[in-house]
């Protein structure tokens, strides 16, 4: 048994605001990068380089919200965060404020398997990343003109729109400021991985970082328990500690994995957050799960399962 799954985000989405072609767009690039984690699952290829092959993908497309195609910064940057993690020797990597790496999934893996640490920030990150041969782009190179007028508009309604920011995180999804991307898979040998991307939030400043690259949080992975990667309002995902918390019950509760998540979204809920999880776990257990209107999400498995879809 081996399989995949992935995110592209979570939120407030709205069919009616969405057109048939965006809709259809979306749903090419799950296509797209389930297929290009799921083909090296399929040659016998491992857990952490298919979740790396999958983010790759959702970096490189203008429409998510990670590399290419990013959220900005109240300052008009894009800044990056990413992290991954192997639940096989519990090996992790992760890269906060990045603004000149291409794919920051893939600065995340280096860290993880080249260098001592778990997590390099900002400047450092991408000294490390010019050491290791990594090649580097100019800014420009994220910022798409739909980003742009996100950023314009949050920016109109400042002082209103920032308590409102700052108190419930931005309206999200197709037409808004948030979105995340993210992967979690098992391969034939029986080891999961998960892998998580994003720009953050729209508007946000003083190096404001959320839980994508925080192992624990928006990423985790363990043969003990289970791969989670997560999407939402990344303060709720940092104090519920969300991707270990449903990792933990597993393993210690010996839960199953829909118990988990569930048990883990209602108290970060009850705690005022909202988003959501793909998890796998090492007997093929698969959850797609969100509490947020839609969730940008796809699965495909050896066992013949495969689908994508935005809304509940
Ligand atoms: N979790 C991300 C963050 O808070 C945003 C998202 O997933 O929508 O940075």
Redesign the pocket.
């Known amino acids: 048994m081996f399989a995949i799954a992935i995110h592209g985000?979570?939120?407030t989405l709205s069919r009616a605001g969405t057109s048939a072609d965006q809709e259809a767009a979306y749903l090419q690039g799950l296509e797209s990068a389930l297929d290009a984690g799921y083909s090296l699952l399929h040659e016998g290829g491992s857990s952490l380089d298919a979740v790396t092959a999958a983010v790759v993908s959702l970096e490189d497309n203008p429409l998510f919200?990670a590399g290419r195609g990013a959220v900005l910064s109240r300052d008009g940057l894009a800044e990056l965060?990413a992290s991954i993690m192997d639940g096989a020797t519990l090996a992790a990597g992760a890269v906060c404020g990045l603004r000149h790496i291409r794919n920051p999934i893939t600065l995340a893996r280096r860290v993880m398997d080249r260098s001592p640490h778990v997590m390099l920030v900002g400047e450092g990150a991408e000294d490390f990343a010019r050491n290791q041969g990594v090649e580097l782009v100019s800014n420009e190179y994220f910022r798409t003109d739909i980003r742009q007028r996100q950023l314009h508009r949050l920016l109109q309604g400042a002082a209103e729109k920032e308590n409102d920011l700052l108190a419930h995180?931005p309206a999200?999804g197709i037409d808004a400021g948030?979105?995340?991307v993210g992967a979690v898979a098992l391969d034939a040998r029986g080891n999961v991985a998960a892998a998580t991307s994003?720009?953050?939030?729209t508007g946000?400043r003083w190096g404001r970082?959320?839980?994508?690259p925080i192992i624990g949080a928006?990423t985790y992975a363990s043969n003990g328990g289970c791969a989670v990667s997560?999407?939402?309002?990344?303060?709720y995902?940092i104090r519920a500690v969300v991707a270990h918390d449903i990792s933990a019950q597993m393993q210690y509760a010996k839960l199953t994995l829909a118990e988990s998540v569930k048990n883990t979204l209602a108290r970060m809920k009850a705690l005022g957050g909202n988003?959501g999880v793909v998890a796998i776990a090492p007997d093929g257990e698969i959850v797609l799960d969100f509490n947020s209107e839609g969730m940008f999400r796809g699965v495909r498995s050896s066992g013949g399962r495969r689908e994508v879809s935005i809304y509940r």
């Open positions: 985000g979570a939120g919200n965060d995180g999200s948030m979105g995340t994003t720009g953050g939030m946000k970082v959320g839980d994508s928006g997560a999407t939402g309002h990344g303060e995902f988003g």
